[in-house]
Protein backbone atom coordinates (compact mmCIF):
# COMPACT_ATOMS: atom_id res chain seq x y z
CA UNK A 1 0.00 0.00 0.00
CA UNK A 2 3.11 2.62 -0.43
CA UNK A 3 0.73 4.61 -3.06
CA UNK A 4 -2.35 5.17 -1.02
CA UNK A 5 -0.28 8.11 0.45
CA UNK A 6 1.28 9.48 -2.65
CA UNK A 7 -2.45 9.53 -3.93
CA UNK A 8 -3.38 11.49 -0.97
CA UNK A 9 -0.51 13.96 -0.82
CA UNK A 10 -1.03 14.46 -4.93
CA UNK A 11 -5.33 15.57 -3.87
CA UNK A 12 -3.92 17.60 -0.67
CA UNK A 13 -1.45 19.91 -2.23
CA UNK A 14 -3.29 20.16 -5.85
CA UNK A 15 -6.02 21.33 -3.97
CA UNK A 16 -4.15 23.61 -1.01
CA UNK A 17 -2.42 25.14 -4.28
CA UNK A 18 -5.81 26.03 -5.65
CA UNK A 19 -7.32 27.73 -2.30
CA UNK A 20 -3.93 29.16 -1.24
CA UNK A 21 -2.36 29.43 2.09
CA UNK A 22 -0.23 31.30 4.22
CA UNK A 23 1.08 28.33 7.12
CA UNK A 24 2.10 24.45 5.65
CA UNK A 25 -1.39 22.42 5.43
CA UNK A 26 -1.46 20.34 9.10
CA UNK A 27 -2.88 16.84 7.38
CA UNK A 28 -0.52 17.46 4.63
CA UNK A 29 2.47 17.77 7.06
CA UNK A 30 1.42 14.88 8.91
CA UNK A 31 1.46 12.25 6.18
CA UNK A 32 5.16 13.98 5.44
CA UNK A 33 6.24 13.50 8.57
CA UNK A 34 5.19 9.93 8.94
CA UNK A 35 6.64 8.76 5.52
CA UNK A 36 9.81 11.07 5.71
CA UNK A 37 9.14 12.51 2.08
CA UNK A 38 11.82 15.48 2.15
CA UNK A 39 11.46 15.89 -1.35
CA UNK A 40 7.77 16.13 -1.59
CA UNK A 41 7.89 18.46 1.09
CA UNK A 42 10.56 20.61 -0.82
CA UNK A 43 8.17 20.64 -3.83
CA UNK A 44 4.94 21.22 -2.00
CA UNK A 45 6.59 24.50 -0.22
CA UNK A 46 7.82 25.80 -3.58
CA UNK A 47 3.82 25.22 -4.92
CA UNK A 48 2.81 26.47 -2.25
CA UNK A 49 5.00 29.94 -1.85
CA UNK A 50 6.01 29.10 1.75
CA UNK A 51 9.37 28.81 3.28
CA UNK A 52 10.78 25.26 4.11
CA UNK A 53 12.00 24.65 7.80
CA UNK A 54 15.56 23.57 7.53
CA UNK A 55 15.42 22.12 10.93
CA UNK A 56 12.17 19.92 9.57
CA UNK A 57 13.91 18.82 7.00
CA UNK A 58 17.29 17.57 8.64
CA UNK A 59 15.15 15.61 11.09
CA UNK A 60 13.04 13.83 8.43
CA UNK A 61 16.61 12.81 6.84
CA UNK A 62 18.13 11.71 9.85
CA UNK A 63 14.99 9.31 10.57
CA UNK A 64 15.12 7.95 7.11
CA UNK A 65 18.58 7.28 7.55
CA UNK A 66 18.14 5.37 10.62
CA UNK A 67 15.54 3.25 9.16
CA UNK A 68 17.91 2.85 6.42
CA UNK A 69 20.72 1.51 8.03
CA UNK A 70 18.49 -1.02 10.08
CA UNK A 71 17.62 -2.77 6.50
CA UNK A 72 20.98 -2.96 5.41
CA UNK A 73 21.80 -4.59 8.85
CA UNK A 74 19.46 -6.83 7.38
CA UNK A 75 21.15 -6.81 4.08
CA UNK A 76 24.20 -7.74 5.30
CA UNK A 77 23.09 -10.57 7.67
CA UNK A 78 21.04 -12.20 5.04
CA UNK A 79 24.80 -12.12 2.33
CA UNK A 80 26.13 -13.87 5.66
CA UNK A 81 23.90 -16.55 6.27
CA UNK A 82 20.97 -16.49 3.23
CA UNK A 83 20.58 -16.83 -0.52
CA UNK A 84 20.44 -14.24 -3.21
CA UNK A 85 15.99 -14.50 -3.13
CA UNK A 86 16.22 -13.41 1.10
CA UNK A 87 19.22 -10.74 -0.49
CA UNK A 88 16.80 -9.49 -3.13
CA UNK A 89 13.85 -9.15 -0.49
CA UNK A 90 15.60 -7.23 2.06
CA UNK A 91 16.64 -4.68 -0.96
CA UNK A 92 13.52 -4.67 -2.40
CA UNK A 93 12.05 -3.38 1.34
CA UNK A 94 14.82 -0.54 1.23
CA UNK A 95 13.66 0.03 -2.30
CA UNK A 96 10.09 0.52 -0.65
CA UNK A 97 11.44 2.88 1.72
CA UNK A 98 12.75 5.38 -0.27
CA UNK A 99 10.01 4.84 -2.99
CA UNK A 100 7.69 5.73 0.13
CA UNK A 101 9.48 9.11 0.83
CA UNK A 102 9.82 10.01 -2.74
CA UNK A 103 13.44 9.58 -2.96
CA UNK A 104 13.23 7.90 -6.63
CA UNK A 105 16.86 8.25 -6.95
CA UNK A 106 17.91 6.64 -3.66
CA UNK A 107 15.99 3.97 -4.87
CA UNK A 108 17.47 3.59 -8.16
CA UNK A 109 20.75 3.59 -6.55
CA UNK A 110 19.49 0.14 -4.97
CA UNK A 111 18.42 -1.38 -7.92
CA UNK A 112 21.68 -0.41 -9.74
CA UNK A 113 23.03 -2.97 -6.70
CA UNK A 114 20.50 -5.80 -7.59
CA UNK A 115 20.80 -8.31 -9.79
CA UNK A 116 17.12 -8.40 -11.68
CA UNK A 117 17.07 -11.31 -13.37
CA UNK A 118 17.34 -13.00 -9.50
CA UNK A 119 14.76 -10.78 -8.38
CA UNK A 120 11.25 -12.46 -8.54
CA UNK A 121 9.15 -11.19 -11.63
CA UNK A 122 6.54 -9.85 -9.55
CA UNK A 123 9.07 -7.61 -7.14
CA UNK A 124 10.63 -6.42 -10.64
CA UNK A 125 6.98 -5.07 -11.64
CA UNK A 126 6.31 -3.57 -7.95
CA UNK A 127 9.12 -1.53 -8.51
CA UNK A 128 8.31 -0.43 -11.83
CA UNK A 129 4.76 0.36 -10.68
CA UNK A 130 6.09 2.01 -7.21
CA UNK A 131 8.40 4.83 -9.82
CA UNK A 132 5.43 5.18 -11.81
CA UNK A 133 3.53 6.42 -8.50
CA UNK A 134 6.23 8.64 -8.13
CA UNK A 135 5.63 10.18 -11.40
CA UNK A 136 2.30 10.12 -11.49
CA UNK A 137 2.44 11.98 -7.65
CA UNK A 138 4.66 14.90 -9.48
CA UNK A 139 3.01 14.35 -12.84
CA UNK A 140 6.21 13.64 -14.70
CA UNK A 141 5.03 12.20 -18.03
CA UNK A 142 8.25 11.30 -19.15
CA UNK A 143 8.75 9.13 -16.44
CA UNK A 144 5.65 7.71 -16.16
CA UNK A 145 5.76 6.62 -19.77
CA UNK A 146 8.88 5.38 -19.30
CA UNK A 147 7.96 2.78 -15.84
CA UNK A 148 4.73 2.20 -17.44
CA UNK A 149 6.55 0.83 -19.95
CA UNK A 150 8.98 -1.60 -17.93
CA UNK A 151 5.70 -3.17 -16.42
CA UNK A 152 4.18 -3.59 -19.54
CA UNK A 153 7.56 -6.47 -20.58
CA UNK A 154 6.47 -7.72 -17.35
CA UNK A 155 2.68 -8.95 -17.80
CA UNK A 156 2.91 -12.19 -19.62
CA UNK A 157 4.26 -13.32 -16.13
CA UNK A 158 2.06 -11.59 -13.28
CA UNK A 159 -1.28 -12.31 -12.10
CA UNK A 160 -4.35 -10.44 -13.30
CA UNK A 161 -4.20 -8.03 -10.10
CA UNK A 162 -1.44 -6.85 -11.26
CA UNK A 163 -2.39 -6.51 -14.86
CA UNK A 164 -5.54 -4.41 -13.53
CA UNK A 165 -3.10 -2.10 -12.20
CA UNK A 166 -1.18 -1.92 -14.99
CA UNK A 167 -4.29 -1.40 -17.00
CA UNK A 168 -5.08 1.25 -14.82
CA UNK A 169 -1.91 3.27 -15.06
CA UNK A 170 -2.26 3.23 -19.00
CA UNK A 171 -5.49 4.83 -18.93
CA UNK A 172 -4.89 6.99 -16.38
CA UNK A 173 -2.04 8.40 -18.85
CA UNK A 174 -3.96 8.52 -21.82
CA UNK A 175 -6.10 10.76 -19.24
CA UNK A 176 -3.40 13.04 -18.64
CA UNK A 177 -2.86 13.21 -22.29
CA UNK A 178 -5.91 13.73 -23.40
CA UNK A 179 -6.02 9.57 -25.10
CA UNK A 180 -9.61 10.16 -24.23
CA UNK A 181 -10.83 6.97 -26.13
CA UNK A 182 -7.88 4.77 -25.04
CA UNK A 183 -8.34 5.96 -21.49
CA UNK A 184 -12.24 5.08 -21.51
CA UNK A 185 -11.74 1.75 -23.03
CA UNK A 186 -9.37 1.38 -20.57
CA UNK A 187 -10.62 2.69 -17.42
CA UNK A 188 -14.35 0.46 -18.52
CA UNK A 189 -12.57 -2.58 -19.16
CA UNK A 190 -10.40 -2.01 -15.64
CA UNK A 191 -13.84 -1.64 -13.55
CA UNK A 192 -15.24 -5.34 -13.22
CA UNK A 193 -12.10 -6.27 -11.23
CA UNK A 194 -11.00 -2.58 -9.86
CA UNK A 195 -9.22 -3.41 -6.83
CA UNK A 196 -6.51 -0.70 -6.63
CA UNK A 197 -7.82 1.56 -4.04
CA UNK A 198 -4.05 2.45 -3.49
CA UNK A 199 -3.71 4.46 -6.53
CA UNK A 200 -7.15 5.84 -6.89
CA UNK A 201 -10.79 5.46 -5.76
CA UNK A 202 -13.42 3.32 -7.25
CA UNK A 203 -15.78 6.74 -7.16
CA UNK A 204 -12.74 8.65 -8.98
CA UNK A 205 -12.53 5.40 -11.61
CA UNK A 206 -16.25 5.85 -12.63
CA UNK A 207 -15.62 9.64 -13.22
CA UNK A 208 -12.57 9.58 -15.37
CA UNK A 209 -14.32 6.49 -16.51
CA UNK A 210 -17.42 8.31 -17.67
CA UNK A 211 -15.96 11.59 -18.50
CA UNK A 212 -13.55 10.10 -20.84
CA UNK A 213 -16.33 8.37 -22.43
CA UNK A 214 -18.33 11.39 -22.73
CA UNK A 215 -15.13 12.82 -25.18
CA UNK A 216 -14.30 9.84 -26.55
CA UNK A 217 -16.97 7.28 -27.67
CA UNK A 218 -19.07 7.79 -30.60
CA UNK A 219 -23.09 7.32 -29.51
CA UNK A 220 -23.09 3.84 -29.99
CA UNK A 221 -20.38 2.80 -27.37
CA UNK A 222 -21.21 5.42 -24.99
CA UNK A 223 -24.64 3.56 -24.41
CA UNK A 224 -23.44 0.21 -24.43
CA UNK A 225 -20.22 0.10 -22.25
CA UNK A 226 -20.49 3.20 -20.08
CA UNK A 227 -24.19 3.71 -19.85
CA UNK A 228 -25.53 0.26 -19.56
CA UNK A 229 -22.40 -0.64 -17.74
CA UNK A 230 -23.54 -1.90 -13.79
CA UNK A 231 -20.59 -1.07 -12.47
CA UNK A 232 -20.97 2.82 -13.73
CA UNK A 233 -24.56 2.95 -12.49
CA UNK A 234 -23.70 1.41 -9.02
CA UNK A 235 -21.25 4.30 -7.97
CA UNK A 236 -22.61 6.86 -10.93
CA UNK A 237 -25.25 8.04 -8.62
CA UNK A 238 -22.29 9.85 -6.17
CA UNK A 239 -21.92 12.47 -8.72
CA UNK A 240 -25.29 13.66 -9.68
CA UNK A 241 -23.87 16.39 -11.85
CA UNK A 242 -21.88 13.40 -14.21
CA UNK A 243 -25.20 11.52 -13.82
CA UNK A 244 -27.10 14.16 -15.28
CA UNK A 245 -24.84 14.81 -17.97
CA UNK A 246 -24.81 11.22 -19.36
CA UNK A 247 -28.64 10.65 -18.67
CA UNK A 248 -28.66 14.07 -21.06
CA UNK A 249 -26.81 13.10 -23.45
CA UNK A 250 -27.83 9.27 -23.85
CA UNK A 251 -31.77 10.34 -23.34
CA UNK A 252 -31.36 13.05 -25.41
CA UNK A 253 -32.42 15.58 -23.00
CA UNK A 254 -30.63 18.48 -22.63
CA UNK A 255 -32.57 21.05 -20.56
CA UNK A 256 -30.18 22.55 -18.53
CA UNK A 257 -26.91 20.39 -19.79
CA UNK A 258 -24.70 23.40 -20.25
CA UNK A 259 -25.57 24.08 -16.80
CA UNK A 260 -24.86 21.30 -15.41
CA UNK A 261 -21.45 21.39 -16.92
CA UNK A 262 -20.48 24.13 -15.92
CA UNK A 263 -21.22 23.00 -12.41
CA UNK A 264 -18.98 19.86 -12.92
CA UNK A 265 -16.31 22.26 -14.10
CA UNK A 266 -15.83 24.22 -11.00
CA UNK A 267 -17.19 21.96 -8.75
CA UNK A 268 -15.44 18.48 -9.41
CA UNK A 269 -12.66 18.96 -12.52
CA UNK A 270 -11.13 21.92 -10.96
CA UNK A 271 -10.02 20.10 -7.83
CA UNK A 272 -8.98 17.45 -8.92
CA UNK A 273 -5.44 17.43 -9.96
CA UNK A 274 -5.95 14.90 -12.97
CA UNK A 275 -8.52 16.93 -15.19
CA UNK A 276 -8.10 20.39 -14.50
CA UNK A 277 -5.69 20.81 -17.42
CA UNK A 278 -9.02 18.95 -18.76
CA UNK A 279 -12.13 20.87 -17.91
CA UNK A 280 -12.61 23.61 -20.57
CA UNK A 281 -12.10 21.10 -23.32
CA UNK A 282 -14.38 18.82 -21.92
CA UNK A 283 -16.99 21.13 -21.71
CA UNK A 284 -16.40 22.86 -25.28
CA UNK A 285 -16.64 19.14 -26.75
CA UNK A 286 -19.48 17.47 -24.24
CA UNK A 287 -21.46 21.04 -25.99
CA UNK A 288 -20.56 20.54 -29.34
CA UNK A 289 -21.62 16.96 -28.97
CA UNK A 290 -25.10 17.96 -27.04
CA UNK A 291 -25.69 21.01 -30.10
CA UNK A 292 -24.53 18.52 -33.26
CA UNK A 293 -27.06 15.58 -31.87
CA UNK A 294 -29.87 17.74 -31.47
CA UNK A 295 -29.57 19.06 -34.74
CA UNK A 296 -28.42 15.91 -36.74
CA UNK A 297 -32.90 14.74 -36.27
CA UNK A 298 -33.59 17.87 -38.19
CA UNK A 299 -33.01 19.39 -42.12
CA UNK A 300 -34.46 22.62 -40.09
CA UNK A 301 -35.11 23.93 -36.52
CA UNK A 302 -35.96 27.69 -35.56
CA UNK A 303 -33.48 28.70 -33.67
CA UNK A 304 -36.04 29.68 -30.62
CA UNK A 305 -37.12 26.56 -30.89
CA UNK A 306 -33.10 25.00 -29.84
CA UNK A 307 -33.00 27.88 -27.71
CA UNK A 308 -36.12 26.36 -25.58
CA UNK A 309 -34.50 23.05 -25.88
CA UNK A 310 -30.86 24.34 -23.95
CA UNK A 311 -32.60 27.08 -21.74
CA UNK A 312 -30.69 29.55 -23.32
CA UNK A 313 -30.89 33.24 -24.83
CA UNK A 314 -31.25 33.14 -28.86
CA UNK A 315 -28.68 35.31 -28.60
CA UNK A 316 -26.06 33.16 -26.90
CA UNK A 317 -27.37 29.64 -29.13
CA UNK A 318 -26.19 31.70 -32.35
CA UNK A 319 -23.01 32.68 -30.92
CA UNK A 320 -22.02 29.47 -29.90
CA UNK A 321 -23.34 27.59 -32.75
CA UNK A 322 -21.38 30.06 -34.95
CA UNK A 323 -17.93 29.42 -33.48
CA UNK A 324 -18.53 25.67 -33.79
CA UNK A 325 -19.73 26.35 -37.73
CA UNK A 326 -16.63 28.48 -38.37
CA UNK A 327 -14.57 25.75 -36.66
CA UNK A 328 -15.91 22.98 -38.77
CA UNK A 329 -17.23 20.91 -35.95
CA UNK A 330 -20.55 21.37 -36.86
CA UNK A 331 -22.13 20.97 -40.01
CA UNK A 332 -24.83 23.87 -40.21
CA UNK A 333 -25.91 26.87 -41.81
CA UNK A 334 -27.38 29.77 -40.17
CA UNK A 335 -30.33 31.81 -41.90
CA UNK A 336 -31.12 34.86 -39.45
CA UNK A 337 -33.26 35.90 -42.01
CA UNK A 338 -36.08 33.18 -41.93
CA UNK A 339 -35.02 32.93 -37.85
CA UNK A 340 -33.89 29.16 -38.76
CA UNK A 341 -30.62 26.48 -38.24
CA UNK A 342 -30.21 24.00 -41.57
CA UNK A 343 -28.40 21.22 -41.13
CA UNK A 344 -25.76 20.25 -44.24
CA UNK A 345 -26.07 16.31 -44.87
CA UNK A 346 -23.24 15.16 -46.69
CA UNK A 347 -22.18 11.60 -47.36
CA UNK A 348 -19.38 9.68 -45.69
CA UNK A 349 -17.87 9.99 -49.63
CA UNK A 350 -18.29 13.48 -50.27
CA UNK A 351 -16.99 14.04 -46.55
CA UNK A 352 -13.86 12.34 -47.22
CA UNK A 353 -13.43 13.76 -50.86
CA UNK A 354 -13.59 17.23 -49.07
CA UNK A 355 -11.15 16.46 -46.48
CA UNK A 356 -8.91 15.23 -49.35
CA UNK A 357 -9.40 18.54 -51.31
CA UNK A 358 -8.84 19.94 -48.48
CA UNK A 359 -5.27 18.76 -48.20
CA UNK A 360 -4.20 18.98 -51.38
CA UNK A 361 -4.87 22.77 -51.49
CA UNK A 362 -2.73 23.17 -48.35
CA UNK A 363 0.04 21.13 -49.81
CA UNK A 364 -0.10 23.49 -52.88
CA UNK A 365 0.20 26.75 -51.11
CA UNK A 366 3.34 25.15 -49.10
CA UNK A 367 4.69 24.15 -52.40
CA UNK A 368 4.61 27.05 -53.95
CA UNK A 369 5.91 29.20 -50.64
CA UNK A 370 8.96 26.59 -51.62
CA UNK A 371 9.30 27.19 -54.83
CA UNK A 372 9.15 30.91 -54.00
CA UNK A 373 12.05 30.66 -51.37
CA UNK A 374 14.34 28.38 -53.70
CA UNK A 375 14.11 31.39 -56.56
CA UNK A 376 14.72 34.20 -54.18
CA UNK A 377 17.97 32.25 -52.92
CA UNK A 378 18.94 31.51 -56.53
Not at 49 to 71: M, S
Request: aromatic content about 8%; some cysteine.
Amino acid sequence: MVRVHLYTCQKLLFYYQTKGVDEFPEDLLKIITKYLMVPFYISACSQLGLEKDEELIKKLLKKQEEKADKIRDKIKYAEKNYGDSEVTDAKHKLIKLYIAATEGEKAQEVEKEVNLEKMATKLRFDVAIYHASIALCTLNLSSLKHFISKAELLKEHIDYQRKNKLSLFRGLFALITRDFSTAATTFLECLPTFDSDDVITHKELVMYAVISSLVGLDRKELISKCAKCSDVLAILPRIPLLETILNGIVECKYDGILGNLVNLSDSVMKWDPLLVTHRFYFFDHVRSRAFSQFLFAFRTVRIEVMAGVFTITEDMLVRELMRLIVCGRLAARINETSGCIETIRMLKKGMLTQELMEKASELTEKVERLAKAVVLEW
